[in-house]
């Protein structure tokens, strides 16, 4: 198993396995982006090979073995300071994700990890989360940050496991898909 900068031809596997981490948000998001006979997932691929935008595939590191992503993680430095002024724009179900977003200003933040649910249970996202605070470290961050809901029991124990605690939580906004009620739970790490 190595972990590699993400390149274009992974978007496919990126839109998938962010969609995954995002709880079916980005699904939901992209269906309303889809142009033409795309499909949902077809444009977050679009998105994702993309060299612009927090979901590029130029802020994705990828897990793989014998060629095959195995898993993926998109991570990068917050702005610092965060300014809110804009919240409005952003669609209702994002805006408590992007409030919290900001009590971390300056952190570098896991947007989205997750594994292909054949490959779980192998030490995957805990690579990847390593490698992620590996580039923290060499970035000059002193903190790392995540959201995550409070219903993904086994996400928010791995992220508790590897030194991750609470800061704050928000009410999930409902959606078509949603996977969760409950919070969106800020958790960060002192590096
Ligand atoms: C959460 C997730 C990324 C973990 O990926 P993974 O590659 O299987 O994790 P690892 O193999 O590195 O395991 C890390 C730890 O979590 C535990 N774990 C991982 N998935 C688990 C599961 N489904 N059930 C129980 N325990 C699990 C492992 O036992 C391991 O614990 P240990 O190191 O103390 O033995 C994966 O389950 C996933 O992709 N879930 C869907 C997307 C998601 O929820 N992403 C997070 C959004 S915030």
């Not at 990890?113 to 605070?133: M, N, P, Q, S």
């Not at 991750?164 to 009410?171: D, G, Y």
Request: aromatic share 8%.
């Amino acid at each position: 198993m190595t972990i590699r900068d993400a390149v274009k031809e992974d978007a496919g596997a990126l839109a998938y396995l962010l969609n995954l981490a995002g709880e079916g948000i980005p699904e939901y998001l992209w269906g309303g982006m889809a142009e033409g006979d795309e499909s949902a997932l077809d444009a977050g691929r679009r998105r994702a090979a993309r060299d612009e935008g927090a979901f590029s595939y130029t802020n994705a590191r990828a897990c793989v073995e014998d060629g095959i992503v195995l898993g993926a993680i998109i991570s990068y430095r917050q702005p610092d300071p965060y300014p809110l002024d804009d919240l409005d724009e952003y669609p209702e179900i994002v805006q408590p994700l992007v409030r919290l977003e900001a009590r971390s200003p300056g952190s570098w933040y896991i947007n989205a990890i997750a594994t292909f649910e054949t490959h779980r249970g192998k030490g995957v996202a805990r690579r990847l989360i390593a490698d992620a605070e590996e580039q923290a470290r060499l970035a000059g961050s002193t903190q790392m940050s995540l959201i995550v809901a409070s219903e993904n029991v086994n996400a928010k124990r791995l992220y508790e496991h590897i030194g991750f605690n609470t800061v704050e939580s928000l009410p999930v906004t409902p959606y078509p898909g949603c996977l969760h009620g409950g919070d969106w739970v800020l958790m960060t790490k002192d590096l």
